[in-house]
């Protein structure tokens, strides 16, 4: 098995509890906004991810890391994301 490796992290701004100027975007949208930075920031091309591992607290499960990475431009990553806990999971 490859060796896993962290080539960037990003984050979305801190928003106010769903009354600032991010409240009607959709979660996928700004995943998919983070990604991108990522991507771009780790200089390596979109087509040499294996996978995305996406952290979020209010959406609720990896499904929202797997549609970030689609409309990221990531099509041939699974995408999983389920907080601090699936970090930690793929860290072993």
Same mark, same amino acid.
């Not at 509890?17 to 700004?30: D, H, I, R, T």
């Given at each position: /098995?490859?060796?896993? $490796?962290?080539?960037?992290?990003? *984050?979305?701004?801190? =928003?106010?509890?769903?009354?600032? &100027? ?6 996928? #949208?700004?995943? &998919?906004? $983070? ?5 771009? *920031?780790? @200089? +390596?091309?979109? @087509? @040499?991810?294996?996978?995305? $591992?996406?952290? #979020?607290?209010?959406?609720? @499960? =990896?499904?929202? &890391? *797997?549609?970030?990475?689609? /409309?990221?431009?990531? #099509? =041939?990553?699974?995408?999983? =994301? ?7 999971? +793929?860290? *072993?």
């Amino acid at each position: /098995m490859p060796e896993a $490796v962290i080539v960037a992290a990003c *984050r979305t701004a801190i =928003g106010t509890s769903f009354k600032g &100027a991010l409240a009607g975007v959709p979660a996928a #949208e700004l995943a &998919a906004h $983070v990604i991108e930075h990522a991507v771009k *920031r780790s @200089g +390596v091309p979109a @087509g @040499g991810f294996d996978d995305v $591992v996406f952290g #979020e607290s209010m959406q609720g @499960g =990896g499904v929202l &890391a *797997r549609h970030a990475a689609l /409309m990221a431009g990531l #099509e =041939g990553v699974p995408g999983g =994301g389920m907080g601090s806990a699936l970090v930690l999971e +793929v860290a *072993r």
